[in-house]
């Protein structure tokens, strides 16, 4: 077949084709930059929106586990008297997985209901808590309790010594 | 097929001479855009235009087109490569149809078959068949391409694309008519 009889064949094209040709528009290049670079920011947007949400959601249980899991719940004037010193729920890393090896028993915990405690091992709280002593004589900064409340199943707490 | 073209073509089927006016004033400049791409001579590419549209004219009471623009556009191309047949071989090679016609050498063989009519009539399904299996994109590049001769440039233009992807494109889109021929049994 000769090359001008396929370029003549060409002019048998279907006119559905050449239709179909005469009204093609390709998408701007503008406009498919613009919808790659909304897509871009979308996903940008999406990954920041993620991770704010992993984060609240990582700090709230952070919170929580700190404030074992009861909100508006003032534990932080939570008080217990110890060797003649008063220890508070420490304000950081107080929830503890388990007690430090080098954690001895001291002595159970006797909730009172006195503003602040007066004698060794009373504890005052505006919740209810029963629970175990536990000391670190090389460390006489901490005091650790594993504590019972309502909210609370024999959890660690770290506390910590008042400042002077 | 828009309500112009449809009166216009009452005009042609009532033997109204309008229709050629008709037919100058709105497919003009595409007519000589057709020819004159094939041609690369805007004198030769009028008096093909002014052939066509004397070739529309008689055919119409016999022929009802179905996309009158297509119609005219296939007379006027026709007409076109008629006319290049008869000029000078030297300055064919210069010009976009003849560039376009050497591309096509990719496709054929260049050699007659024995049977040429039936060979041309079998062509034309495969082509159009052809055409269905390509997306939209390469088969408006393949038109401009092959039916239009436009330049490389002015195709890439009208598709937002750059030269070297059209010319790729059209390189691929050679092969595979030539493998798309020899699968459906046309000798090339």
New interface residues.
């Given amino acids: 077949?000769?090359?001008?009889?396929?370029?003549?064949?060409?002019?048998?094209?279907?006119?559905?084709?050449?239709?179909?040709?005469?009204q093609?528009k390709?998408?701007?290049?503008r406009i498919?930059g613009g919808i790659k670079m909304l897509s871009v920011l979308g996903f940008i947007v999406c990954i920041i929106l993620i991770c704010t949400f992993l984060n609240k959601h990582r700090e709230t249980n952070e919170n929580d586990i700190a404030s074992g899991g009861i909100k508006n719940l003032d534990i932080y004037n939570t008080t217990i008297l110890v060797e003649d010193k008063y220890y508070h729920w420490a304000k950081s890393e107080a929830y503890l997985f388990k007690l430090p090896k080098e954690a001895e028993f001291y002595g159970r915990i006797v909730h009172t209901n006195a503003n602040y405690p007066s004698k060794d091992c009373e504890m005052t709280s505006s919740f209810d808590v029963e629970g175990i002593i536990y000391v670190d004589k090389n460390n006489p900064q901490y005091i650790y309790l594993v504590l019972t409340t309502e909210w609370l199943n024999e959890g660690v707490i770290r506390f910590e010594v008042e400042d002077n | 097929m828009d309500s112009d073209d449809v009166r216009i073509l009452k005009l042609y089927l009532e033997r109204n001479e309008a229709a050629i006016e008709e037919t100058y004033s709105k497919y003009g400049k595409y007519c000589f855009s057709i020819a004159n791409n094939i041609l690369n001579d805007s004198e030769a590419a009028n008096e093909c235009v002014n052939d066509a549209i004397f070739k529309t004219w008689s055919s119409i009471p016999k022929n009802y087109?179905?996309?009158f623009?297509?119609?005219l556009?296939?007379i006027v191309?026709?007409a076109a490569?008629d006319m290049y047949?008869k000029q000078n071989a030297q300055k064919r090679k210069e010009d976009i149809?003849g560039i376009?016609?050497?591309e096509?050498?990719d496709?054929?063989?260049?050699?007659?078959?024995p049977d040429?009519e039936y060979?041309?009539h079998e062509?034309?399904k495969m082509?159009?068949n052809f055409?269905e299996t390509l997306s939209?994109?390469k088969?408006?590049i393949f038109?401009?391409r092959?039916?239009y001769s436009e330049s490389i440039k002015n195709i890439a233009d009208?598709?937002?694309?750059n030269e070297n992807y059209v010319s790729v494109t059209l390189n691929r889109l050679r092969k595979k008519l030539r493998r798309y021929l020899l699968e459906e049994g046309?000798?090339?």
């Fill in positions: 077949m000769k090359k001008e009889d396929l370029a003549k064949a060409f002019s048998e094209i279907d006119d559905k084709y050449l239709m179909d040709a005469d093609y390709p998408t701007p290049k498919a | 087109p179905k996309e623009k297509a119609y556009g296939r191309r026709n490569i047949k149809f376009a016609l050497e096509l050498k496709c054929v063989t260049d050699e007659t078959g040429k060979e041309m062509l034309h082509i159009n055409l939209q994109e088969r408006f038109i401009q092959y039916w009208r598709c937002g694309k046309i000798e090339v």
